[in-house]
């Protein structure tokens, strides 16, 4: 069963960058990690994919180290627009599961003036 | 190019009727996926469709709860006899490939079962 552990929540103030660290000891060869934002009473948003190494696009950095067991969300200079709940999803291609369908509770950033 | 639409946002039943979720995918999307959420948790894996087929329905409740995606129209969630503990958000996401691709969500029916 495809696990990922997060911390509950998370306190910075804006312009700092935050990092969020995902643990995922049974990720499979084959499953992607990806990130989603989500907003009270709205769908989850896409933020960023990886596999290995890093990942950069506009909105954010994906670290992945070689042993990918964990991966670390970078948001560089967050503003108070950040606050939500950020989920780490690891799942595969074809094969996936439902189980790896499910998303943890997630870690819920706030972000201070 | 619009995105995931679903209908109704809102939706009140009272215990032991039906409600029927519709989800559009986006343009160009042939999968499917429902998910549910409690109120300060995660979204939980229900069904994985795609067109005409269901895919994986692990994550779905064995009895009042279906799902279908035919070849023309939306995806629909269907919930027979509603209690209360049906009471959540329910969100559909749609993707071009499978389960592995980006998923992209559509703003959820909340369901409220009185």
């Known amino acids: 069963l495809a696990k990922t552990t997060q911390p509950i929540s998370m306190d910075s103030y804006e312009g700092q960058e935050v990092n969020i660290t995902c643990s995922h000891n049974?990720?499979?060869?084959?499953?992607?990690i990806t990130w989603y934002q989500q907003f009270p009473s709205q769908g989850p948003r896409f933020i960023i994919q990886g596999y290995k190494t890093k990942v950069t696009n506009e909105v954010a950095s994906l670290f992945i180290p070689a042993d990918r067991k964990s991966s670390t969300l970078s948001l560089p200079r967050v503003s108070l627009s950040d606050t939500a709940v950020y989920y780490c999803l690891v799942g595969a291609g074809r094969d996936s599961s439902g189980d790896k369908l499910t998303f943890g509770t997630g870690t819920r950033l706030a972000v201070r003036p | 190019n619009a995105g995931v639409m679903q209908n109704p946002r809102h939706l009140v039943r009272r215990r032991g009727q039906e409600a029927r979720l519709r989800c559009s995918p986006m343009k160009g999307h042939s999968h499917v996926y429902w998910y549910r959420q409690l109120p300060e948790e995660g979204l939980k894996f229900m069904v994985y469709l795609q067109k005409e087929n269901i895919i994986d329905e692990s994550g779905m409740p064995k009895e009042r709860f279906s799902a279908e995606f035919p070849k023309e129209g939306p995806s629909i969630l269907r919930i027979q006899q509603v209690v209360r503990g049906d009471s959540a958000a329910y969100f559909c996401?749609?993707?071009?490939?499978?389960?592995?691709?980006?998923?992209?969500f559509g703003p959820g029916t909340r369901l409220l079962v009185l």
């Open positions: 049974n990720i499979a060869t084959n499953d992607y």
């Open positions: 996401a749609s993707s071009p490939r499978g389960p592995g691709e980006t998923q992209y």
